[in-house]
Nanobody, 127 residues
Framework: QVQLVESGGGLVQAGGSLRLSCAAS????????MGWFRQAPGKEREFVAA????????YVADSVKGRFTISRDNAKNTVYLQMNSLKPEDTAGYSC????????????????????WGQGTQVTVSS
């Protein structure tokens, strides 16, 4: 089992930055691939970014490419999502997810590929 707790969300003006954190407990994060998803009211869940078990594989959605960066610190059992140049359309609930299997370098972009989910943290970007 892996337990995930997100933090770092909040209200920010357009153009600002936030850093989300996802702290994992249970199986060590070095054994799980991680991802970030978001969901705005009335919309489907959207993939944002993913990072492989080892951290060398990273993938970011086109909608946030150049603005968001995913990273991980296995010593702290934490995955981060650095969000810069935020836009009102980035407003959503952001959730992290973990996958318990897969190769050391794989990243996963589909929500059904993940086994564990956090409760989420709200990000609101004002115009």
């Amino acid at each position: 089992q892996v337990q995930l707790v997100e933090s770092g969300g909040g209200l920010v003006q357009a153009g600002g930055s936030l850093r989300l954190s996802c702290a994992a407990s249970g199986r060590t994060p070095s054994t799980v691939a991680m991802g970030w998803f978001r969901q705005a009211p009335g919309k489907e869940r959207e993939f944002v970014a993913a990072i492989s078990r080892g951290g060398g594989g990273r993938y970011v959605a086109d909608s946030v490419k150049g603005r968001f960066t995913i990273s991980r610190d296995n010593a702290k059992n934490t995955v981060y999502l650095q969000m810069n140049s935020l836009k009102p359309e980035d407003t959503a609930g952001y959730s992290c997810a973990a996958r318990a299997s897969g190769s050391y370098a794989d990243t996963f972009r589909q929500s059904h590929e993940y086994d564990y989910w956090g409760q989420g943290t709200q990000v609101t970007v004002s115009s």
